[in-house]
C-alpha cells in the first residue's frame, strides 16, 4: 500500500477537525491520531478499480430517495414498508461505498461526499420513520399515518449517531425556542 505523505494533509482543515475531535482520554500525539484518516484516505487512492463508480453510487442512491423516501416520483409520498426498502438498500450502498477507488484528489473529495450524503440519507429515513404524522400536506405525506398528531406539536425530532447507528429521539420544546408552522 503506497504511503500518504502527513505533510501534505495535515494542512486539511478535514483531518485537524477529525484529530481534534478525538477522545481527550487519548493523549496520543497528533501523527498517531492521524494514522488512521491517512490510512483511509491511502485506501481510497491504492485500491484496485471497482465494479461501481462514485458517480454510478451517487445516482443510485438518488433514485433510492426518489422512489423510496417520499420524492418528486412518488408525490413526497412513503410508507413504512417503503422506508424499509430504502434504508436496507442504502445500508448496501453505504457497504459498496467503503470500497471505492479514487483515482485522484478530486474523486477523493467524490469519495467523501457520497460517503457524507449516504450517512444524511440514513438520518433522512430514520427521521421521516420517527415522525408519525403528516405535518405539510402534499410535502412529505407519511400515507401510514396521514393527519398531524398534536401530540408532536411542542416537540422537536432529534436524532444521535452512535455507534454507527442513528437514534431519532423527541425533545420538548424550549419555552422562546418557538415557531410557527
Not at 483531518?15 to 498517531?32: G, K, L, V
Not at 485500491?47 to 430517495?65: C, F, G, P, V, W
Not at 457497504?95 to 483515482?103: C, D, F, K, T
Request: glycine content about 6%.
Amino acid at each position: 500500500m503506497a504511503e500518504v505523505d502527513y505533510s501534505t494533509l495535515k494542512k486539511g482543515g478535514f483531518m485537524i477537525r477529525r484529530i481534534q475531535s478525538a477522545p481527550e482520554e487519548n493523549d496520543s500525539d497528533p501523527e498517531t491520531l492521524a494514522r488512521p484518516i491517512l490510512d483511509e484516505y491511502s485506501g481510497f487512492l491504492t485500491r484496485k478499480r471497482t465494479l461501481y463508480s462514485i458517480e454510478e453510487l451517487e445516482e443510485a442512491m438518488q433514485k433510492i430517495m426518489d422512489e423510496y423516501a417520499g420524492g418528486i416520483s412518488r408525490d413526497y409520498q412513503y410508507n413504512g414498508r417503503q422506508l424499509d426498502i430504502a434504508r436496507e438498500k442504502i445500508s448496501e450502498l453505504t457497504e459498496l461505498e467503503e470500497g471505492i477507488y479514487a483515482a485522484d484528489n478530486r474523486q477523493l473529495l467524490s469519495a467523501y461526499e457520497l460517503k457524507e450524503r449516504l450517512l444524511v440519507c440514513q438520518a433522512v429515513i430514520a427521521h421521516l420513520r420517527g415522525r408519525k404524522e403528516t405535518r405539510w400536506r402534499s410535502f412529505n405525506e407519511n400515507q401510514d399515518f396521514p393527519d398531524r398528531n398534536p401530540a408532536y406539536d411542542n416537540k422537536f425530532l432529534n436524532s444521535r449517531l452512535k455507534n454507527g447507528e442513528i437514534r431519532v429521539f423527541w425533545r420538548e420544546k424550549e419555552p422562546g425556542n418557538e415557531y410557527s408552522d
